[in-house]
């Protein structure tokens, strides 16, 4: 399994909760997993329901088996500074620098060098070792940007290649590229059964193809239950008397009055009829929308939409269907 996962979707797919909720499964069984954000919006903290998150790594949970979450907001303009005591020794020259507005006036004249920065510091918790030789980390997950701007935010190598030919800069550049396009990384996309969703998630294979950067697996999430079995979906399809009489009779043999016309039965059948339309609408859509994903030849999995909404719990249980979806994925890879 990948040790660098980056996680990225279209606005409102949800790909931060997906992303927390895969730091949690991959956390299983006694591992220790680097939740890294580099947007600056402290969803994450949000999600784990705690303060926000410092430019420092720290623990936020601890998933079922005895493993560990830990977490990194990534500032850009901190990172800066972690460079250029790194590269040049600058120390406290550099946080003078910060003090007169260099460091925000070179990340945002050249943002090529500010998605270095934020992909070489989740990179470098990727490589990080411990004394003895072995990982820090057993996995990093990243909340990436968008799916229309995670091509280009990923692929450093030609971003930083207008700001430096040689040196330092771009040396970062090309170790941090290494990591990005080895076997070390997955990058997953997330979507929702919806047109918009699932266009831009096709787009984004494509562009990140490419680029030559590994592509992961596809996860719907905010999966609706199925209310309808086939059978009644045919039957809400045909409509008609027949649907009519149908629910009528359903209605009646639960208690809701008699079948006869002007009954209460028969007064409730239009609206659930209606209902029922409406639903089988949706479901023709998706069901579309999941033969198109099919198509893209990747893994696909899915997550419910929990009826509660999302809270700690819940994303517990999110991590617990990815972690399950993982195992099954493994078992047919090995048939």
């Known amino acids: 399994m990948s040790r660098f996962q980056v996680v990225s979707g279209k606005g409102g797919t949800g790909k931060t909760t997906v992303a927390a909720a895969l730091a949690l499964a991959l956390a299983t069984e006694g591992k220790r997993t680097l939740l890294v954000e580099v947007e600056g919006r402290q969803g994450i903290a949000q999600l784990f329901e705690t303060e926000s998150l410092p430019y420092e790594e720290r623990k936020i949970a601890v998933a079922p088996g005895g493993g560990e979450v830990f977490a990194l907001a990534i500032d850009p303009e901190l990172a800066l500074l972690d460079y250029l005591q790194m590269f040049y020794k600058l120390g406290g020259a550099g946080r003078a620098l910060k003090k007169l507005g260099a460091i925000d006036f070179a990340t945002t004249v050249a943002p090529g060098l500010r998605d270095v920065l934020l992909t070489g510091k989740a990179c470098e918790a990727v490589r990080r070792k411990d004394k003895s030789g072995r990982f820090v980390y057993d996995h990093v997950v990243m909340d990436a940007p968008p799916t229309g701007r995670v091509t280009r935010f990923l692929n450093v190598n030609d971003e930083v290649a207008g700001l430096a030919k040689i040196g330092p800069i771009h040396h970062q550049a090309q170790a941090v590229m290494r990591v990005l396009k080895s076997p070390q990384t997955a990058v997953h996309l997330v979507t929702l059964l919806e047109e918009m969703p699932v266009q831009e998630t096709a787009d984004g294979i494509t562009e990140l193809r490419a680029a030559g950067l590994p592509v992961g697996r596809i996860i719907v999430n905010l999966v609706r239950p199925q209310l ?11 409509q008609g008397r027949i649907a009519r009489t149908a629910v009528a009779k359903s209605l009646a043999g639960a208690g809701l009055g008699g079948a006869r016309k002007g009954g209460n039965a028969e ?49 517990y249980r999110l991590a617990t269907d990815l972690r399950k979806q993982d195992t099954d994925l493994r078992k047919q890879d090995a048939v």
């Not at 309808?228 to 045909?238: F, Y």
């Open 267 to 315: 007064r409730l059948v239009d609206p659930l009829l209606a209902q029922a339309a409406e639903y089988a609408e949706r479901h023709a859509l998706e069901h579309a929308q999941r033969a198109v994903l099919a198509d893209l030849g990747l893994p696909l999995g899915e997550l419910p939409l929990l009826a509660g909404g999302m809270d700690l719990a819940g994303l």
């Open 228 to 238: 309808l079995d086939d059978d009644s979906l045919a039957l809400v399809r045909g």
